[in-house]
């Protein structure tokens, strides 16, 4: 039986105050478990786990400073002082304008890094990373708005005022990673007037004419489909093409039997989110059973991967050892600051599916518009959708 039959044998309302009671205690458990990774010298900043190979970093950091604030305790990890040094800190690691080096991530080279197929020290993916979640921090340090992904593109990307964007769509992909990234630029960049309407339009009509159409999804998956939909459909607010089949889809995946062996946490964050921002563009679809199984996972999640250290793990028996391609930790059963941040943002999206940000400390905040201000992108996407 699936995680989806189970969650509509139930009635919605003793579901749902499962849920209630679960994430109350997590919100409790966030601030237990985030002193416990609190780094001694930089009160202000935190480590992966516990057992951890590196120091506070700011990976570690933006995860777990953004589950404190989706769970309402933000203020309780980190004093007024502790906000300013830890906005001191990011500034130290700034080594150009929006370019950040992060000690604690390049001070040694992690064991397999080859794997990667990048450079050492960083210089692709790896480098964007870390300009995008120290930008993150300050998100939280400073309490602002800010768009993570608005650092300089990565040198072997296009640049700005480059037309041969599609080029470079069609080689990279499957990885719609980059390919979304890419394009929430792209957006800004017609908005600038530094390409034309016609780059834009090229890349976004290549782009949903690779979604499959009898799932809905690009990239045959729902990781692959969140990747493109969070950086540009979100903040462009444009409506989301065939919203009914990517929530079948992602339904039908989750009902599989294996599909709670070995979660890895960013599935079932990109699923509720798939859900969520699919939802805006086919209201009241399949609502009650959305809701029953946003208040049904919110429970499992929160009882299966909760540890004795009151952190939750990646994994039901051991934390993620790696981030990206670095060591952060021994995978042993402890809380990860991944965990929280990846887990924590699915369960703070089905608090909004389940309204129930007036019942729990966790705000329900999901869309891009509540991080940044998107009215440039939400101009664009209006403009293209017609």
Same mark, same amino acid.
């Given at each position: ?207 949903? =004419?690779?979604?499959? #159409?009898?799932? $809905?999804? @690009? ?10 939909? %969070?950086? !540009? ?123 129930? =940000?007036?019942?729990? #400390?966790?705000? $329900?905040? @999901? ?10 992108? %939400?101009? !664009? ?6």
């Amino acid at each position: 039986m699936g995680t989806v039959t189970d969650s509509q044998q139930f009635d919605l309302d003793e579901l749902t105050e499962k849920a209630i009671a679960s994430l109350k205690r997590a919100s409790e458990d966030m601030v237990v478990w985030a002193n416990q990774v609190r780094d001694p010298e930089k009160p202000w900043a935190f480590r992966w786990s516990k057992e951890s190979t590196r120091g506070a970093n700011v990976g570690a950091c933006n995860y777990i400073l953004q589950t404190a604030r989706f769970a309402g305790v933000l203020d309780r990890i980190l004093t007024p002082e502790q906000k300013e040094q830890g906005a001191d800190w990011i500034r130290s690691l700034e080594t150009e304008k929006n370019i950040y080096v992060d000690p604690a991530l390049v001070d040694r080279k992690p064991p397999n890094w080859e794997k990667s197929g990048e450079n050492w020290p960083p210089d692709g993916a790896h480098k964007e990373a870390n300009n995008q979640y120290a930008r993150g921090c300050l998100r939280f340090y400073e309490e602002g708005e800010l768009d993570q992904l608005s650092g300089p593109t990565p040198p072997t990307w296009p640049q700005k005022g480059d037309v041969n964007v599609l080029d470079w769509i069609k080689k990279v992909e499957p990885n719609w990673s980059w390919i979304g990234r890419i394009l929430h630029r792209v957006l800004l960049w017609y908005k600038e007037g530094v390409i034309s309407k016609e780059v834009l339009m090229e890349c976004m009509d290549y782009v949903h =004419s690779r979604q499959d #159409p009898e799932t $809905g999804f @690009w990239g045959k998956g729902i990781q692959t489909t969140f990747k493109l939909l %969070i950086p !540009v459909h979100d903040p462009a607010e444009m409506p989301v093409p065939r919203a009914d089949k990517i929530i079948d889809s992602v339904f039908k995946v989750m009902e599989e039997e294996s599909y709670d062996n070995n979660l890895f946490p960013c599935e079932e964050f990109d699923a509720f989110y798939d859900i969520a921002i699919a939802a805006t563009s086919a209201s009241g679809y399949r609502e009650e059973d959305i809701k029953k199984l946003a208040a049904h996972r919110i429970h499992t999640i929160l009882e299966t991967h909760r540890q004795s250290d009151s952190g939750l793990s990646s994994y039901t028996d051991h934390c993620i050892p790696t981030w990206l391609n670095w060591d952060m930790a021994p995978a042993i059963k402890q809380g990860d600051a991944f965990a929280w941040g990846i887990y924590g943002y699915g369960l703070n999206i089905c608090v909004d599916l389940l309204g129930l =940000s007036n019942r729990v #400390p966790w705000n $329900g905040k @999901w869309r891009q518009r509540d991080e940044y201000d998107t009215r440039d992108f %939400i101009e !664009v996407g209006k403009e293209i959708s017609g």
